[in-house]
């Protein structure tokens, strides 16, 4: 069905969409405007009104046993992190083996680079996209630094050709074949968190992988947010953060994948921690690390249980909706955001905003870019203070995502009409 601009379509098609109801699972900031539109789940996802119970019962069991809670309480605390694990599985398309929730995402990537980055005098040079998230930058760079290496010189980036936004996947695998001698790693984001642009992890896996190399993803804007499989897909390692499109509240604990091919791998260089080492023995307290297999040898540290119990509630309300009904939703919803975006840029030719994420669905998740070239922040503070909360990044990108889980097609309706007021007053003016 086509889209079109008026309330009555949005409407009938919110009464449509079977995922409705899980918009009334949510919190909804109000700002002090009644209507506000939420399109920062890229950022911030809400809160689910499950949340304060789950976490409140954990307080009640710390007060009630104290110590004791690690073995005594409801959920013990002692494997708490496991009862996150199938539903993180699904969501990354994983065997359970080979995830596990744990620190947080930079400290996780870190913490994975020490496994999987392994450079040599020959072979060290890691493949990334141009623009990365900075915290990614950072790390390459000292990650460089620490095996000895020049950043400049270690690191390759992949950077859209001139005059345009996005990276082309054939230039790509051409930099990945041209570097192949020298070549340790490829590390991408799954989703470039700037342009919202889903890269084919299978097809970079694959080519890592011709060229001698190892393939790992920062999936923080691809979890939740697109369908992933990162097992049949052959990649080596993953992290993610859960704050974004999986709701887990603000800063909480990240989630990692390491392919089941390595999870054996007892050779491999890792940085050990108690809650790593084999929980057969772990209470042993003796020296002599003894990972346990799969994404769990990783873990360092026994779990943050507060967080842990945000992220338990906030993943069942996932699971409950189901990644293939929130992806179906998801095209559509983001479809008709950007039909929005269009109409608007085509009422206000002169207001030369424009789109930057793909148009295809299947180079893109439900994160819409728009460049709002020659107005700067103008627009964006004004969105804010009419209650429509987008994010803006630097020089002039207006970043916004209609979350299917909690987001509506009004919601999109409401937006269009608050930037059609919007560019009508700054063309008055
Ligand atoms: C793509 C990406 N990588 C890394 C990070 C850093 O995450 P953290 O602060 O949890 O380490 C973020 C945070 O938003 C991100 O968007």
Redesign the pocket.
């Given at each position: 069905m086509p889209f079109d601009s008026s309330l009555a379509f949005a409407e009938a098609q919110d009464a449509a969409d079977p995922l409705r109801a899980f918009r009334d699972r949510f919190h909804f900031p109000s700002l002090g405007t009644p209507d506000l539109v939420y399109f920062t789940g890229h950022?911030l996802g809400l809160q689910p009104k499950t949340v304060k119970a789950a976490v409140e019962l954990e307080l009640d069991e710390w007060a009630k046993y104290g110590v004791e809670g690690h073995f005594h309480s409801t959920n013990p605390w002692y494997s708490y992190h496991e009862r996150l694990t199938p539903t993180m599985a699904g969501i990354v398309g994983a065997q359970e083996s080979e995830v596990v929730c744990m620190n947080?995402?930079?400290?996780n990537i870190h913490l994975l680079f020490v496994s999987f980055y392994r450079p040599t005098q020959t072979r060290y040079k890691i493949i990334s996209e141009a623009k990365m998230?900075p915290?990614?930058r950072y790390l390459l760079e000292t990650q460089a630094q620490f095996h000895g290496f020049d950043p400049d010189d270690a690191i390759i980036e992949v950077a859209p050709r001139e005059g345009e936004t996005l990276i082309r996947e054939e230039d790509i695998l051409d930099t990945i074949a041209a570097h192949a001698d020298e070549l340790a790693l490829v590390f991408f984001?799954g989703v470039n968190?700037f342009t919202g642009q889903l890269f084919n992890m299978p097809r970079l896996t694959a080519a890592a992988h011709a060229a001698g190399a190892v393939a790992g993803f920062?999936l923080?804007?691809a979890a939740g947010n697109v369908p992933l499989r990162l097992h049949d897909w052959n990649v080596d390692f993953a992290a993610w953060?859960s704050y974004?499109y999986l709701n887990s509240s603000p800063?909480n604990v990240?989630g990692i994948f390491v392919h089941e091919r390595h999870g054996r791998r007892f050779d491999l260089p890792r940085f050990g921690g108690w809650w790593g080492h084999d929980k057969e023995t772990r209470f042993q307290m003796k020296s002599g690390f003894q990972p346990m297999e799969g994404a769990e040898g990783w873990q360092l540290s026994n779990v943050p249980i507060l967080g842990m119990a945000a992220m338990k509630a906030s993943l069942d309300v996932f699971a409950e909706a189901g990644m293939p009904a929130l992806r179906e939703k998801s095209e559509r919803l983001t479809a008709y955001l950007e039909f929005t975006i269009d109409a608007v840029a085509q009422e206000f030719p002169d207001a030369r905003t424009s789109l930057i994420t793909p148009r295809e669905p299947e180079q893109r998740g439900c994160q819409i870019s728009m460049d709002v070239a020659g107005r700067e922040r103008k627009l964006f503070d004004d969105m804010i203070a009419a209650g429509v909360i987008v994010d803006f990044r630097e020089p002039c990108v207006i970043r916004m995502a209609p979350v299917p889980l909690y987001n509506s097609f009004t919601d999109v309706f409401t937006f269009g009409k608050v930037m059609r007021a919007l560019l009508a007053e700054g063309e008055s003016k």
């Open positions: 950022s947080s995402l930079t400290t998230f915290s990614d984001g968190y920062d923080a804007h953060c974004k800063g990240g």
